[in-house]
């Protein structure tokens, strides 16, 4: 390689020095100790010089287009040569009511200070403005990189999802961007790429055409670099999240948030963060409270016969039951109060309740024995007279509350990968004893269930043969057909690790597949420290979709990507209303096979997304 061989005498003498010297970086109370802030080692340091080039600070746009610059992780520490530094002009389209995203990145060969960025207001027709304090920027953070026990059984592995790009480092850890830390500046040491997300929203109100501002970048006290910015806004427009017909299910555990946030279960501080992170689900659209009605629905066989939770914080039951030796008896009162508080931060309105089926484990029950005052936890036969007759009585009370409450019609019993022949046993009794129910059951699993759910999400194994006829006859009937990626496939995905355009491309596979939306598990099962022990059992992220902020949310680029997929949705929906056909118009089904076209983001070409979206735009205002 005849670059590195030139460069390389040049920057040793240099760097060694830099390697041996770079600090921590601090800024203001904020002290950053995670390993992304770490000295680098000095063959790390030649590396990464260069691939800048040159020992001065410099800027870049991710993939050279600051449309698509936000569809590519940038590593922390480049090994090849910078891509997007010749860029000296920033374009975006938009359209009214919705959040575009874009990347400029950082780098020096000294330690950099107070690293921020500057929007100017821009100017449209007619004198009209888009305020640049409206634009949100965000930094991009770095968790280590670390293998899962998944890897080794079952799920894809670091190598399988990442193509080395996203993730960098000296092993001692590799490191990769991921969280959005929200602050006003971040110091970045030297030889280390710092990224700076910005998320532009568009009034609902805004004129459409063109318009012109500035972004500045500063360090040090000093503007390091100034683009002229252009936005051109479409006469379109996407709905509120409250009104999105994309059909997002993303399954949340509240218990999490209280051992993240250091409060106690259940205190009121910990209702005051629950309702923070349910503002957040509901900006992208969330369509279900997910609830618990027995204790740790995920209990998870491990070897040797012992159980344990497959989430670091098990779930408990939302539901209080309680046996006096010849009835059970059921307390909803912290259900409700759940199901109430999602409300009113927007969720909703259909509830989920797991789970009447164990996950890879034994059929149990989990109660208070009255007469004594213990926690009981009994083995019983699937079909079996006490299972029955606990799940008899569970589903008569359930209905007799949901009745009083007005939350029947709302209500879906919810499973999770339970074979069909199990779902059967399930659905028996629930036709027996409260077929109110029989068209109100939720299958996150195989299409063999297809039957049984009204409400089905297909793994991805089986999406193939959820034809869009299948799709389309379930619609008419009124069922809802979504799909589901978690440690597997490779790709497309939304791992930590995942290329980002992955996460950008979910709701176009949908869209694609004439399918409603889009379940993920899970919103927020994070370990005890995800920033620095981010591994559980799961490969990387695929427990979690945002990390424990301050106060509430810390978002990711998985979960911006995945809202302005879901918008992208929206559009095309609005579309196929607009040409009302038996049949996609030539243009749309071009426009969603250009956006789906290789589902391995380490080898898509950025640009498809961008040029899908603009033939939906152009079809939309044309």
Same mark, same amino acid.
């Given at each position: 390689m005849g670059r590195t061989s030139s460069l390389l005498a040049g920057f040793v003498a240099g760097v060694v020095v830099a390697a041996s010297t770079t600090a921590i970086a601090v800024t203001g109370t904020n002290t950053d100790t995670g390993p992304d802030s770490k000295a680098t080692t000095t063959w790390l340091t030649v590396k990464v010089a260069d691939a800048m080039g040159t020992r001065d600070t410099i800027t870049w746009v991710p993939t050279g287009s600051f449309a698509g610059s936000a569809e590519e992780r940038v590593p922390r520490y480049p090994m090849t040569a910078i891509q997007g530094q010749d860029t000296k002009e920033l374009a975006l389209s938009a359209v009214r009511n919705e959040q575009v995203s874009a990347q400029l990145a950082i780098a020096s060969g000294h330690d950099l200070g107070n690293v921020k960025a500057v929007v100017g207001d821009l100017t449209g027709p007619g004198g009209a403005k888009l305020s640049g304090d409206d634009t949100r920027v965000r930094f991009?953070?770095?968790?280590?990189?670390?293998?899962?026990?998944?890897?080794?059984?079952?799920?894809?592995?670091?190598?399988?999802?990442?193509?080395? *790009?996203?993730?960098?480092?000296?092993?001692?850890?590799?490191?990769?961007?991921?969280?959005?830390?929200?602050?006003?500046?971040?110091?970045?040491?030297?030889?280390?790429?710092?990224?700076?997300?910005?998320?532009?929203?568009?009034?609902? *109100?805004?004129?459409?055409?063109?318009?012109?501002?500035?972004?500045?970048?500063?360090?040090?006290?000093?503007?390091?670099?100034?683009?002229?910015?252009?936005?051109?806004?479409?006469?379109?427009?996407?709905?509120?999240?409250?009104?999105?017909?994309?059909?997002?299910?993303?399954?949340?555990?509240?218990?999490?948030?209280?051992?993240?946030?250091?409060?106690?279960?259940?205190?009121?501080?910990?209702?005051?963060?629950?309702?923070a992170y349910n503002r957040d689900l509901a900006t992208r659209g969330q369509k279900v409270i997910n609830t618990t009605i027995v204790d740790n629905p995920w209990h998870h066989q491990w070897s040797l016969g012992t159980r344990e939770s497959q989430t670091a914080t098990p779930y408990s039951s939302m539901v209080g039951w309680t046996w006096n030796g010849k009835t059970f008896s059921f307390d909803f009162a912290r259900w409700d109060r759940y199901v109430r508080a999602a409300r009113r931060a927007g969720l909703g309105p259909d509830i989920g309740a797991f789970s009447m089926l164990a996950f890879q484990d034994k059929e149990h029950l989990t109660y208070t024995d009255t007469r004594t005052g213990k926690s009981v936890y009994e083995n019983v036969d699937l079909g079996g007279d006490r299972w029955r007759e606990a799940w008899g009585a569970f589903l008569s009370a359930f209905e007799k509350h949901l009745k009083a409450k007005g939350w029947l019609e709302d209500t879906w019993l919810s499973f999770d990968e339970r074979p069909i022949d199990t779902m059967r046993v399930v659905k028996d009794l629930v036709h027996e004893v409260a077929p109110v129910f029989d068209d109100r059951i939720s299958v996150a699993g195989s299409i063999s269930t297809e039957g049984v759910a009204s409400n089905l999400s297909v793994d991805w194994g089986g999406i193939g043969a959820m034809t869009k006829e299948k799709a389309a006859e379930r619609r008419a009937a009124g069922k809802i057909t979504t799909f589901y990626v978690y440690g597997s496939p490779a790709h497309p995905n939304t791992l930590a690790y995942s290329p980002a355009v992955e996460s950008r491309m979910l709701p176009w596979i949908s869209?694609?597949?004439?399918?409603?939306?889009?379940?993920?598990?899970?919103?927020?099962?994070?370990?005890?420290?995800?920033?620095?022990?981010?591994?559980?059992?799961?490969?990387?992220?695929?427990?979690?979709?945002?990390?424990?902020?301050k106060d509430g949310p810390m978002s990711s680029i998985r979960w911006e990507q995945l809202k302005e997929g879901v918008e992208d949705y929206e559009l095309i929906a609005q579309l196929r209303k607009k040409e009302a056909g038996d049949a996609d118009s030539d243009a749309l089904a071009e426009a969603l096979a250009t956006a789906t076209r290789n589902l391995d983001g380490r080898t898509k070409d950025v640009t498809d997304i961008e040029t899908a979206r603009a033939a939906v735009v152009k079809g939309l205002t044309s």
């Open positions: 991009v953070k770095y968790v280590p990189v670390q293998r899962s026990k998944s890897e080794v059984d079952w799920s894809a592995t670091i190598d399988q999802v990442s193509s080395g *790009k996203e993730v960098s480092g000296d092993r001692n850890p590799d490191v990769v961007g991921d969280p959005l830390e929200e602050r006003s500046s971040v110091d970045v040491p030297a030889y280390a790429a710092q990224p700076l997300w910005f998320t532009f929203h568009i009034p609902e *109100k805004a004129r459409p055409g063109t318009y012109r501002g500035t972004v500045k970048v500063d360090a040090d006290g000093r503007t390091q670099a100034s683009y002229p910015l252009t936005i051109e806004v479409a006469d379109a427009s996407a709905p509120d999240s409250d009104d999105y017909g994309f059909f997002l299910d993303v399954w949340a555990q509240p218990e999490t948030i209280a051992q993240a946030h250091g409060v106690k279960l259940w205190s009121d501080q910990h209702w005051k963060l629950i309702e869209a694609q597949r004439n399918l409603d939306g889009f379940l993920r598990w899970s919103y927020n099962s994070w370990t005890r420290d995800p920033f620095t022990q981010p591994v559980h059992i799961f490969t990387q992220g695929d427990e979690y979709l945002v990390y424990p902020g």
